[in-house]
């Protein structure tokens, strides 16, 4: 399995996944519409444990 990583806009805040995506839901909410300033959020889902470190800057 390759590692994606990720991270903020500004750098700060970084995360690599190790485990594969189970889902990429995109969410029309409006809670989601404010947060990113577009359409919808795009998320991608994958299992909870050690295999997504957020690391900050």
């Known amino acids: 399995m390759d590692i994606i990583s990720g991270s903020?806009?500004?750098g700060d805040v970084t995360h690599d996944i190790?485990?594969?995506p189970l889902d990429?839901?995109?969410c029309h909410c409006a809670r989601c519409r404010k947060t990113t300033g577009s359409s919808f959020a795009a998320n991608l889902i994958v299992a909870a444990g050690p295999r997504c470190t957020?690391?900050?800057a």
Request: hydrophobic fraction near 50%; charged fraction near 15%; glycine fraction near 0%.
């Open 18 to 20: 190790t485990a594969a």
């Open 8 to 10: 903020c806009l500004r």
């Open 54 to 56: 957020p690391i900050r």
């Open 24 to 26: 990429f839901v995109p």
